[in-house]
Antibody, heavy 120, light 107 residues
Framework: QVQLVQSGAEVKEPGSSVKLSCKAS????????ITWVRQAPGQGLEWMGR????????NYTQKFQGRVSLTADKSTNTAYLELSSLRSDDTAVYYC?????????????WGQGTMVTVSS | DIQMTHSPSSLSASVGDRVTITCRAS??????LNWYQQKPGKAPKLLIY???SLQRGVPSRFSGSGSGTDFTLTISSLQPEDFATYFC?????????FGQGTRLEIK
């Protein structure tokens, strides 16, 4: 059974950066794609990007180009999302999720989410 | 970007009711459509993938249909644990996009 465990809540000032982690167990990162999705309070789901650790491929949605970086450490089975130049509207719960083995961009296992609050 | 539109945005129903939620894509997406259930404070849960395939472990009262631009999620007989928000998601092209959700409430 795959499990994704995310790092704890963060409070950041506007203009700073945050780096979130997503540790996988029950399988290795090398075998699938990790996607990051965020959800602002009371809002819907917003896809931010994906990383395929085995291939070193990263895709980002244009909205976050230049501000977001996805990385993966295969030795610790951990994926990371770093978001820079934080603004108040980046306040959200950030989820990592695994793509199904079919690679169809359906997300069958999710982390518990990390709340990021951006406030001065 | 492909826009995904739910209807209705909210719905009140009773235990035992049959419920249908609709999702429309702003352009053709074939059957690259997935459905999720989300409860307050929890991560989304995959229910249906590829428009009509039931995810392992999901009760058979959930079903999905559609292709092209119009899709439906049906719950054949509502159970108390089904009251939640439901999201559709297209995986046809980048960026991946989700609908705004349908909130299913107890009548």
């Amino acid at each position: 059974q795959v499990q994704l465990v995310q790092s704890g809540a963060e409070v950041k000032e506007p203009g700073s950066s945050v780096k979130l982690s997503c540790k996988a167990s029950g399988d290795t990162l090398n075998t699938y794609t990790i996607t990051w999705v965020r959800q602002a309070p009371g809002q819907g789901l917003e896809w931010m990007g994906r990383i395929i650790p085995m291939l070193g491929i990263k895709n980002y949605t244009q909205k976050f180009q230049g501000r977001v970086s996805l990385t993966a450490d295969k030795s610790t089975n951990t994926a990371y999302l770093e978001l820079s130049s934080l603004r108040s509207d980046d306040t959200a719960v950030y989820y990592c999720a695994r793509d199904t083995p079919a690679g169809s961009d359906a997300f069958d296992f999710w982390g518990q989410g990390t709340m990021v609050t951006v406030s001065s | 970007d492909i826009q995904m539109t739910h209807s209705p945005s909210s719905l009140s129903a009773s235990v035992g009711d049959r419920v249908t939620i609709t999702c429309r894509a702003s352009q053709f997406i074939g059957t690259y459509l997935n459905w999720y259930q989300q409860k307050p404070g929890k991560a989304p849960k995959l229910l249906i993938y590829a428009a009509s395939s039931l995810q392992r472990g999901v009760p058979s009262r959930f079903s999905g249909s559609g292709s092209g631009t119009d899709f439906t999620l049906t719950i054949s007989s509502l159970q108390p644990e089904d009251f939640a928000t439901y999201f559709c998601q297209q995986s046809y092209s980048n960026p991946i996009t989700f609908g705004q959700g349908t909130r299913l409430e107890i009548k």
